[in-house]
């Protein structure tokens, strides 16, 4: 193993400095929430929700294009992004990348984003709603990959 070079950090430290600039949230704080019109983030890519399931009625922006269809100003935005101040919680499979995600969405601007304690995971297995992919619940943002086969 090489020297670690300097002002490099470990994905550890990275995910710690994300999440203490979040609030993030539990699953019933995010179904709570969901209810009064946030919006839900699937940011998981179309094999895991075809394996995991996914949350009816959330949006999937996958991974690669959150930053260009949630920023205000990006030409690529969805259209009804409009402002700086949309609740957004964004998830993945655990709740690890859904942080640094969410972090980056604070970076433009986002400052109400946070992401869900535990994920798809933890949201399941509080029993609150899930669906298969094959029946089709989710809004899938532009360059979004379905989840079920055609």
């Known amino acids: 193993m ?3 070079p300097a002002g490099a950090q ?11 600039r979040l ?7 995010a179904f709570g929430e969901w209810s009064d019109g946030a919006t839900l983030v699937d940011i998981r890519p179309a094999a895991q929700r075809a394996d995991q399931g996914e949350i009816p009625g ?48 604070h970076d433009l601007g986002l400052a109400r984003a ?17 669906a298969r992919a094959a029946e089709r619940t989710v809004t899938l943002a532009p360059g979004a990959a379905p989840a079920w086969t055609p």
């Open 114 to 130: 946070t992401d869900v304690i535990g994920g798809f995971a933890a949201w399941a297995g509080a029993g609150l709603p899930t």
């Open 2 to 4: 090489t020297a670690r």
């Open 58 to 105: 959330s949006l999937v922006v996958e991974r690669n294009h959150l930053e260009w269809r949630l920023d205000p100003v990006s030409e690529a935005r969805l259209p009804w992004v409009s402002g700086y101040d949309a609740r957004l919680i964004v998830f993945c499979s655990e709740g690890y990348t859904s942080s640094l995600a969410a972090a980056a969405l």
């Open 23 to 29: 609030v993030r949230v539990g699953p019933q704080a």
């Open 10 to 20: 470990s994905i550890d430290e990275i995910l710690a400095f994300a999440r203490a």
